[in-house]
């Protein structure tokens, strides 16, 4: 329908003419005269309002059929041999080879002869159109009365219809059976082909046989989804770009790398967008978008990820843009992006388990021997380092984790968007590789990275510094499993440095309980809290009975100050202090010197009036001593003869032994058996004690025959009356390992204590479950108890089903008898 069609204001003609008789053939002579030079645009002398006359009677004199017929008819005549005969004549030979695929035309005369095709097919199609309106205007009451009466299509409708079968669907030659239609397809996809080799097209052309086609139908419902555009063209190039595309999949694959490969994609569909939109119709865009993102991404992503060049080369040289590429494509296709996020999980548990196998390595490294620690300036750098070459090693694998967390986590914000999905997944496949059956220490490790820091990682460290490495550790403690069996080792490690003095500050200790507490409930800092509780009462207890003593009378300037700690035996990890084989309740009593028995007896005394039905158990091999010590007087450079005086700070039951030579003479000795006798001090801590008094180089206080470095049973010790030390204040360190990574015997008796504690938790959820369900299920108990616990540990099946049978033994539950599956009831 062209513009202005319907503008003309023609008056019906007075009804006078009604009972005139009408020659139709008289009639139809002058009608179609004019009609021809309406076709041959020499319109210009005509009389609309006469032909429209003419028409209205004919119409009126019930001849309107007849008028249709020739009207359609003139129609037909006039595109069958004039206007086809002109279409015809734009059939050049450049332009029929190439549609017939003979090739030997360059690419300018293809594009020169479809161009010159298009031009003439869309000049027919617009006379045509321009012709019709008039036609239309003028046959005007034809249409309103007969065809609406007989229920035929309008004049305007049936001439379009022509057009299509004329025209459209006409044999291009009398040998050659291809349509126009099928001609005019090959042209627009071949010019199609052409933009996409880099050439340029005439796009408004295009457009325009574009709209000649949607006008069209394929029918006479005139249906949208009939329109010749979609039932001729857009199938046909859909189908030949969904294979220029596996094509061009299959040449990029082969020949690029996938960041240009996505890069490519990306343009890809862009440019398809940008042509539907100026060359073709918008409705195409959904469907040929598909049809590029089903070729080059769908069909394609699998090849694209796993390439040499693909994810794990990304990832490995921060290649950021391009994972945001293949992250953007990926999405197009798959809203779980299962491809990309399936790469990225294989290449973080591929990079932790480098890091994992990194840390067995090292703790497998043969360290060289412990050396005893001495005061500060004793301590040499090489002692230090094989002293602690599992600590460190521990201590970088909790680095080397948190990196690669960072990294992760800086490809997450940046190239996927911070999707929500692949966080998931980046969660998961990081809890995978920490807790990997091959590799149990990360609990440990985490704890050991969290007490290195709170000794000496967050000195000179600013607030946000410090809540920054607080923040890492509870960071990593979300990804273990585990949880029960990193609080045992938490409790250990705090549980020394509060009793050593070791911590840097309480407050940041406060600090990471708080975030605990957040992050794992109330039940899984009670224990924790409790230990800080402990150490305030304590010292209320040593301030209230130094103030207790000062009452008693006269201050005893040889009377020993005494400075307690009282620790509640459920909450903390004691037997982590002890020498490792010796339990808490085996560990004999040690004999204290008669001075010290007289102290412990009247603090005993002290508390017990304040603390009726508490019973003291006093842990001599956690405690240190400040002893002041006087050697014999010694030649000095003048000639004078000074006694030597020293400040020594030595474990509990180093005092205890060095108290024994008090009353020695010089020249006498007392073997390892007597000192073991007479101090009833476990063999394995005696040893150790001695160790660090007679065989550390700076700290030898006693000496050792035969001086060597092992402490045997048969070894005598002598006062060292010439020892001369370079400080007035001497630290002497017991020879221990320190917070260091457990050996394969201590860690299965750490597991051995936590799969004990594991039975107990166990039980109480069952019960607790039981008790509230009264009967249940087998399978349904086992999963409901997994769910409890899952924020503590994940228990295996096989204990829980131990656990529930030693309920059963106590009468907690029984089993129902008759039931369809095995369930159990609960006992009151």
Same mark, same amino acid.
């Given at each position: ?129 321009? =012709?019709? /309106?008039? &036609? *239309?205007?003028?046959? !005007?009451?034809?249409? #309103?009365?007969?065809?609406? @009466? ?125 042509? =539907?939109? /100026?060359? &073709? *119709?918008?409705?195409? !865009?959904?469907?040929? #978008?598909?049809?590029?993102? @089903? ?534």
């Amino acid at each position: 329908m062209i513009a202005g069609r319907g503008r003309q204001r023609i008056r019906p003609p007075r009804r006078s003419v009604a009972g005139d008789d009408v020659d139709f053939e008289q009639t139809w002579t002058k009608i179609s005269a004019a009609f021809t030079e309406i076709h041959t645009k020499n319109a210009s002398r005509l009389s609309y309002e006469e032909l429209y006359r003419l028409a209205y009677r004919v119409v009126l004199k019930k001849k309107g059929d007849e008028l249709y017929k020739r009207v359609r008819q003139f129609e037909h005549n006039w595109l069958s041999t004039e206007v086809r005969s002109a279409i015809q004549a734009l059939f050049s030979p450049n332009l029929l080879a190439n549609t017939q695929g003979l090739g030997g035309t360059t690419a300018n005369e293809r594009r020169v002869a479809g161009e010159r095709f298009l031009k003439g097919l869309k000049q027919a199609w617009t006379d045509h159109q321009v =012709c019709m /309106s008039m &036609l *239309a205007d003028v046959l !005007m009451y034809m249409d #309103r009365v007969y065809c609406q @009466d007989v229920r035929r299509l309008s004049i305007y409708t049936t001439a379009m219809l022509l057009f299509r079968d004329d025209i459209l669907n006409s044999n291009t030659s009398e040998i050659d059976s291809r349509v126009v239609l099928a001609l005019l397809n090959t042209v627009i996809l071949d010019q199609i082909q052409m933009e996409r080799d880099g050439d340029v097209i005439d796009k408004h052309l295009i457009k325009s046989c574009v709209y000649m086609l949607e006008s069209l139908y394929d029918d006479e419902m005139e249906s949208e989804d009939q329109r010749l555009y979609n039932v001729s063209f857009e199938h046909e190039f859909l189908a030949t770009s969904s294979e220029f595309y596996r094509h061009e999949s299959e040449f990029l694959l082969r020949d690029s790398d996938a960041g240009a490969y996505c890069k490519h994609a990306s343009r890809r569909i862009y440019e398809e967008d940008e042509r =539907c939109r /100026s060359t &073709l *119709a918008e409705s195409t !865009m959904p469907k040929i #978008r598909k049809v590029v993102e @089903d070729e080059l991404i769908k069909n394609r992503i699998h090849e694209l990820v796993e390439m040499e060049s693909g994810v794990r080369f990304m990832i490995d040289n921060d290649r950021l843009d391009e994972l945001n590429l293949i992250y953007d494509l990926n999405a197009r296709v798959d809203d779980r992006k299962t491809e990309l996020t399936r790469a990225i999980q294989k290449r973080i548990v591929d990079m932790g388990t480098d890091i994992n196998n990194a840390a067995i390595a090292a703790s497998q490294a043969t360290p060289a021997a412990p050396a005893p620690e001495a005061g500060d300036k004793a301590k040499g750098p090489n002692q230090e380092k094989s002293l602690n070459q599992q600590t460190v090693a521990a201590i970088k694998w909790v680095e080397d984790v948190l990196q690669l967390k960072d990294k992760f986590d800086h490809i997450w914000k940046d190239s996927f968007q911070s999707d929500h999905s692949l966080q998931t997944a980046v969660t998961r496949s990081f809890a995978d590789f920490i807790n990997s059956p091959t590799f149990p220490r990360s609990s440990e490790y985490i704890s050991l990275f969290i007490d290195e820091n709170m000794k000496k990682g967050i000195k000179g460290k600013t607030e946000m510094e410090v809540d920054a490495v607080l923040d890492k550790a509870i960071i990593l403690l979300r990804y273990v499993q585990d949880k029960d069996l990193f609080e045992r080792y938490y409790k250990k490690h705090l549980c020394r440095r509060l009793l050593m003095n070791k911590s840097v500050s309480n407050e940041v200790e406060k600090q990471m309980i708080s975030k605990m507490k957040i992050e794992l409930g109330n039940n899984f800092t009670l224990k924790l809290e409790a230990m800080f509780k402990d150490m305030t009462i304590s010292e209320e207890l040593t301030s209230g009975f130094k103030k207790h003593v000062e009452g008693l009378g006269d201050k005893d300037p040889k009377r020993i100050e005494l400075g307690i700690n009282v620790l509640t035996s459920m909450t903390w990890p004691l037997e982590s202090m002890g020498s490792g084989d010796d339990d808490e309740n085996k560990r004999p009593k040690c004999n204290f010197p008669m001075a010290l028995d007289r102290i412990k007896r009247g603090f005993e005394k002290y508390y017990n009036e304040k603390h009726s039905g508490r019973q003291l158990t006093w842990l001599a091999n956690m405690g240190s001593a400040d002893i002041k010590a006087v050697f014999p007087k010694v030649a000095q450079k003048d000639g004078s003869f000074k006694e030597r005086r020293h400040d020594l700070n030595v474990s509990t039951y180093g005092m205890i032994i060095l108290l024994l030579f008090n009353e020695l003479p010089a020249d006498q000795y007392m073997t390892f058996e007597e000192i073991h006798a007479q101090t009833n001090i476990p063999r394995n801590d005696l040893m150790r004690n001695l160790q660090s008094l007679a065989v550390a180089p700076k700290t030898r206080i006693l000496i050792k025959e035969p001086m060597t470095k092992d402490v045997k049973s048969t070894d005598k010790f002598y006062f060292n009356e010439g020892f001369n030390g370079k400080f007035v204040k001497i630290r002497v360190g017991v020879v221990s390992t320190g917070n260091k990574v457990e050996s394969d015997r201590e860690r299965r008796e750490t597991e051995k204590k936590n799969d004990d504690s594991r039975g107990f938790c166990i039980e109480a959820a069952v019960v607790r479950i039981m008790k509230q369900r009264k009967e249940l299920a087998h399978q349904q108990l086992v999963l409901e108890t997994l769910n409890q616990l899952a924020a503590q540990f994940k228990p295996e099946v096989t204990m829980i089903k131990k656990r529930i049978e030693s309920l059963i033994e106590r009468e907690y539950l029984e089993r129902i008898e008759g039931a369809r599956v095995d369930s159990y009831r609960y006992l009151a």
